[in-house]
């Protein structure tokens, strides 16, 4: 990343606030520039441009939750990270649902956040311990059915490939790939399920059990691995050779690097491995 992510901090406790303004001066990259702080969201309503490219935003303001608000800062082209001491997963998972790039809990701001702000910067998904629980209680019954050509769309944009690319490898236009993401996102909305961001639709996905966190893998083209002599296999899905080692066959598993441990009949909903609150190349 080039330059510098701008965030807003949108948090009514001025010792949060500086707390956090200190986690971004404490970056040994200083990756991230502060460019405001506001008790609310009337901070944000002062040109049509954003003022930042993220804003990390507490879920309650002056004793109001503000989550119903999250689709109106995504529409005006915000990038929202959800910075809350709720950790009700219902509160979670709307969270997500109404647009949020990811949620993390102010236990877990000092390791999170300021990697979070960067991953919703670059449209990569972020997971937290919190966000991962959410996602294990969550359990409504809606399951959109999404075609091969949307999952396998899904998988390849979710890997980092742009539309683009993703059009070329599948032989369609991008166009199509663009309606193929565009209908799961409305197959989701029609079951009360929105999905307004790239995060919240891949959560919606791997809760589902469309996708497992082990296949979004970093994209690497065929003539890549072709020059470095390994095999891709079937666009989308990682080759034998390229796999990562199989996972020990125990009752219970740690869930994505957290330390929670994944009962045997949720293994299937989230696969083998992730990196759950790490920064994952895409």
């Not at 606030?17 to 901070?43: F, H, N, Y």
């Not at 079951?191 to 082990?214: C, F, H, N, Q, Y």
């Not at 996972?247 to 083998?272: I, K, V």
């Amino acid at each position: 990343m080039g330059q510098h992510v701008t965030v807003a901090i949108i948090e009514d406790h001025p010792v949060v606030t500086e707390g956090v303004a200190s986690w971004i001066r404490s970056d040994p990259g200083q990756r991230v520039r502060l460019v405001r702080t506001a008790p609310d969201l009337s901070g944000l309503r002062v040109g049509p441009q954003p003022i930042a490219d993220v804003i990390i935003l507490d879920l309650e303001l002056n004793g109001e939750l503000v989550t119903p608000q999250i689709p109106d800062l995504v529409a005006a082209g915000y990038r929202v990270v959800a910075f809350s001491g709720h950790s009700d997963p219902a509160i979670v998972m709307e969270t997500l649902d109404h647009g949020a790039h990811a949620y993390v809990s102010k236990e877990e701001g000092s390791d999170h956040l300021v990697e979070a702000v960067l991953a919703a910067a670059a449209d990569r998904p972020y997971v937290t311990r919190s966000q991962a629980r959410a996602m294990l209680a969550d359990q409504r019954p809606s399951r959109p059915v999404l075609s091969q050509q949307e999952q396998q769309a899904l998988l390849l944009w979710f890997q980092g490939m742009t539309k683009a690319s993703v059009a070329r490898r599948m032989s369609i236009s991008e166009n199509t790939v663009r309606q193929y993401i565009s209908r799961v996102r409305a197959k989701y909305a029609a079951t009360g399920r929105l999905a307004a961001s790239k995060d919240a639709l891949l959560a919606r996905a791997i809760e589902d059990g469309v996708l497992k966190p082990s296949e979004i893998v970093q994209y690497s083209s065929f003539a890549r691995g072709a020059a470095e002599g390994t095999s891709l296999g079937p666009p989308g899905r990682l080759a034998r050779d390229t796999q990562a080692p199989p996972t020990p066959p125990a009752e219970s598993r740690p869930l994505l690097g957290t330390g929670l441990r994944l009962p045997a009949r949720r293994r299937g909903l989230l696969g083998s491995r992730a990196d759950v609150g790490k920064h994952p190349r895409w």
